[in-house]
């Protein structure tokens, strides 16, 4: 695809994201607490890892970057995620003890599709679901490092849900007509998300947070959002905006290349301890009750 204009869907989330400011509400407030309960389990804060895939070992350390930013949302207590790999891989992630949700990828070959759901489960994931945002390709249905994607429909996706106990999470929801559908297949959670950029001229996960966040009101699914999440007032923002979390993405790699399983856990902590300050700067005692009062466009 050739444009002559900006298109890229990363860099107009920035611009979105830059352009969201916040008001301070100091009188009467206290420190904040950002602890979240999540699918009953409770989490130190409403920050996420991303569903990554592909890293390798970084500086010739053991283990490989998936496996040491697993370890350490397992140390920070953040809620984990990891995207598209064979099961041994999986089986090495679920073994570091972090809470992790397996994002599968939507495999053409849809016995694949189903053995990773079963084995996920077999090994212990704390939830399961699928990137619908690499459905499609250039060539019409993506090929993903040699492997063919197909399209997803709504009773495929019900199927799913209903193969195991755990929480189903659809990541790459943009819309409101998704997130009504994935709502309604019985998912237990969304991500907003353009996949850094899978489409050109993207919609900012943040510009489509309220309308989907109005469209599920008393749905019981949560809502995740990520793409440029880089420090705690993106966070802060995200839910402002009606977001229950947020994920980081590329943001976490400089501190999980140079130093590990250390230095994502250095960088979250960062994270949670400027969402706390801003949390407590603005009169939120508490993550559920961040809204969007506090938030202003700049025009
Ligand atoms: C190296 C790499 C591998 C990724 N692999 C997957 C994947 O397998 N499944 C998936 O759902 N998302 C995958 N993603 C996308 C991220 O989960 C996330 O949506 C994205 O990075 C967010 O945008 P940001 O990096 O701008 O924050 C990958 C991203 C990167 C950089």
């Known amino acids: 695809m050739a444009y002559t204009r900006e298109f890229d869907a990363n860099i107009i989330t920035q611009k979105y994201m830059d352009s969201i400011l916040i008001e301070p509400r100091y009188i009467d407030s206290k420190v ?3 602890t979240i309960d999540f699918f009953g389990e409770a989490f130190s804060m409403p920050v996420m890892t991303p569903a990554f895939s592909h890293l390798g070992n970084y500086n010739g350390r053991t283990h ?7 370890m350490a949302a397992k140390e920070v207590n953040i809620l984990n995620f990891c995207g598209m790999m064979e099961n041994d891989q999986f089986k ?8 992790t949700v397996r994002i599968v990828k939507p495999y053409a070959d849809n016995g694949k599709v189903r053995d990773q759901f079963q084995f996920a489960k077999e090994v212990g994931a ?3 679901g699928m990137d619908i945002d690499h459905i499609f390709g250039e060539n019409g249905y993506d090929l993903v490092v040699g492997e063919d994607m197909t399209f997803q429909t709504a009773d495929m996706l019900r199927s799913y849900v209903e193969m195991t106990d755990l929480p189903f999470v659809v990541k790459g929801v943009l819309s409101v007509a998704d997130a009504v559908k994935c709502a309604d297949i019985g998912a237990k959670a969304i991500i907003v998300s353009h996949h850094h950029g899978r489409i050109p001229y993207a919609i900012p996960p943040m510009m489509a947070l309220p309308k989907i966040k109005e469209a599920l009101k008393g749905r019981n699914v949560k809502i995740i959002v990520d793409c440029g999440i880089e420090s705690g007032a993106d966070v802060f923002k995200a839910l402002a905006l009606g977001a229950d979390a947020a994920a980081v993405g ?3 790699l400089p501190s999980l290349e140079s130093e590990g399983t250390e230095g994502v856990k250095k ?6 301890r ?3 300050y801003l949390m407590s700067s603005t009169g939120f005692s508490k993550v559920s009750d961040i809204d969007d009062s506090v938030i202003h466009f700049m025009k």
Do not use: P, Q
């Not at 490989?64 to 697993?70: M, V, W």
């Open 32 to 34: 904040a607490d950002t």
């Open 64 to 70: 490989n970057g998936l496996e040491e930013y697993s």
């Open 92 to 99: 090495r992630i679920a073994d570091t003890g972090a809470k």
């Open 126 to 128: 704390f939830g399961i």
């Open 250 to 252: 590329r943001s976490m």
């Open 267 to 272: 960088f979250i902590e960062g994270l949670g």
């Open 274 to 276: 400027d969402l706390r």
